[in-house]
Nanobody, 126 residues
Framework: QVQLEESGGGSVQAGGSLRLSCKTR?????????MAWFRQAPGKEREAVAR???????QYSDSVEGRFTIAQDYATSTLSLQMNSLAPEDSAIYYC???????????????????WGQGTQVAVSS
């Protein structure tokens, strides 16, 4: 299985910003047709918040639209999630996910992605 490693999580006050990163080997990173960020709060289901295709097309959940930005940097084999205007409801463990098969535009559910990182925790205080 591919190795995905998230970093950048931490504690921040409401209204603040945080940038998450997900890295893997270049060969693996270049093989993904679709990458995404999911989050899971205690007692809740893991949900997608942002997705990006190999060609750079993006999609966001309604809850983060306009506040979060997903991006990929092929020079460093890094997927990022810039999170602005953070609120307590954004607190969760954030996971990097990836898939090699299929069209990215059809992938959004947890089961659609086969490759996952271990997660990085984000805590937003009021």
């Amino acid at each position: 299985q591919v190795q995905l490693e998230e970093s950048g999580g931490g504690s921040v006050q409401a209204g603040g910003s945080l940038r998450l990163s997900c890295k893997t080997r270049a060969i693996m990173f270049n093989s993904f047709s679709c990458m995404a960020w999911f989050r899971q709060a205690p007692g809740k289901e893991r949900e997608a918040v942002a997705r990006i295709s190999r060609g750079g097309s993006t999609q966001y959940s309604d809850s983060v639209e306009g506040r979060f930005t997903i991006a990929q940097d092929y020079a460093t084999s890094t997927l990022s999630l810039q999170m602005n205007s953070l609120a307590p409801e954004d607190s969760a463990i954030y996971y990097c996910a990836a898939e090699r098969r299929g069209s990215c535009s059809t992938l959004w559910l947890r089961a659609d992605f086969r490759y996952w990182g271990q997660g990085t925790q984000v805590a937003v205080s009021s």
